[in-house]
C-alpha cells in the first residue's frame, strides 16, 4: 500500500514537471515571443520560469512527496532543500518570547531595507548587530513567523539561531499524521496555544551563495548540536516540560539535507507558563 502511494505521488510530481515545461515554453515564452523582440523574449520567459514558475513548482512538488507528520526540512525562495526542521515547541508567542529572553536570546527583525542594509554594515565590518535580520526560508507555504538568535563572540558573522513557523495546536492535532498536517499554511493567532516547528543551525562566517555569488552567512554542519542547546537551555531554567524526540522522516536516506548532517530526531517540548 505504501509502494502504490508513493509511485502515485512520484506520478504526480512527474505530471508536474511536464506540466511546469509545458506552461514555460508554449504559454510563457509564446505569448512573449509575439509581443517582444525574440531576445527579450528569451530573456523575460526565463526571469518568469526562475523566479515565479519554477519556485512555486517545486514547493508543490515538494508538498505531494512528504507527506510525514513533520516536515524534513524548510525550503529556500527557489523552492530548493534549506535548513533541516529539528526542534518543536509547544506554547503561545509571548510564551515563545519570554522563553527565550529568559535563555538570553534575542529575537530577530523583521527583514526589510533598513534591517538588510543594517545587516550588509555589520556583517562587511564586522560590528555588532544582536537582532539582525533572517534571510527568508519557507515551510508550510510561508516563511518563517518569528526567529531568535545569540551572538558568539559579539561578531554578526557568528551566531545560534532559529527559525519557527507557528501551527495552531487545536488544527495540528487534528491533522498531525495526515497530509493535512503538511498542507497547512495559515499562523495561529499569537494568544493562541500554536505547535512552533523550527529549524535551529549554527552561523559559522561568511561565504558566496552557490549560483548568485551573493555574500552571506556559511553555517555549521552540525544540526544536532543546535538543536541540543536550545533544549538543553530551557531545561537548565525551567522553561520546558520533558521532552520528547520524534523521528518519522524515513524518506532522507543517511539523514543529509545539503551539507547538513542531522540524525532526524525533531525534540518536542511544551513551553512552562
Known amino acids: 500500500m505504501r509502494l502504490l502511494q508513493r509511485l502515485w505521488r512520484h506520478s504526480l510530481v512527474f505530471l508536474l514537471g511536464i506540466l511546469t515545461v509545458w506552461v514555460i515554453v508554449d504559454v510563457v515564452f509564446r505569448i512573449t515571443d509575439n509581443r517582444l523582440p525574440w531576445i527579450l523574449a528569451i530573456a523575460v520567459t526565463y526571469g518568469i520560469a526562475a523566479y515565479i514558475i519554477l519556485p512555486r513548482a517545486i514547493r508543490l512538488g515538494v508538498t505531494l512527496l512528504h507527506r510525514q507528520n513533520v516536515p524534513a526540512y524548510t525550503a529556500t525562495g527557489d523552492g530548493l532543500p534549506g535548513d533541516p526542521v529539528n526542534l518543536a515547541l509547544i506554547g503561545t508567542l509571548p510564551q515563545l518570547r519570554a522563553a527565550f529572553a529568559k535563555i538570553g536570546w534575542t529575537e530577530a527583525d523583521a527583514l526589510g531595507l533598513v534591517s538588510s542594509w543594517r545587516m550588509a554594515r555589520a556583517f562587511v565590518f564586522n560590528k555588532a548587530y544582536p537582532s539582525a535580520p533572517f534571510s527568508t526560508l519557507f515551510l508550510f507555504g510561508r516563511g518563517q ?79 544536532n548540536a543546535e538543536r541540543d542547546l536550545i533544549i538543553a537551555e530551557m531545561q537548565k531554567m525551567g522553561l520546558v ?33
Open 145 to 223: 513567523d518569528i526567529g531568535f538568535q545569540k551572538v558568539i563572540g559579539g561578531s554578526p558573522r557568528k551566531r545560534h539561531h532559529v527559525r519557527f513557523w507557528s501551527i495552531s495546536r487545536a488544527l495540528a492535532d487534528k491533522t498531525l499524521g495526515t497530509t493535512g498536517f503538511w498542507l497547512n499554511t495559515g499562523r495561529a493567532p499569537d494568544d493562541e496555544q500554536a505547535l512552533w516547528v523550527g529549524a535551529a543551525t549554527r552561523d559559522t562566517g561568511f561565504s558566496l551563495a552557490w549560483l548568485t555569488f551573493q555574500i552571506t552567512h556559511a553555517t555549521a554542519a552540525d544540526t
Open 241 to 273: 516540560s520533558s521532552v520528547t524526540a520524534y523521528n518519522d522522516r524515513n524518506e532522507l536516506p543517511a539523514k543529509r539535507v545539503n551539507h547538513y548532517l542531522f540524525d532526524g530526531d525533531v525534540s518536542v517540548a511544551a513551553l512552562k507558563g
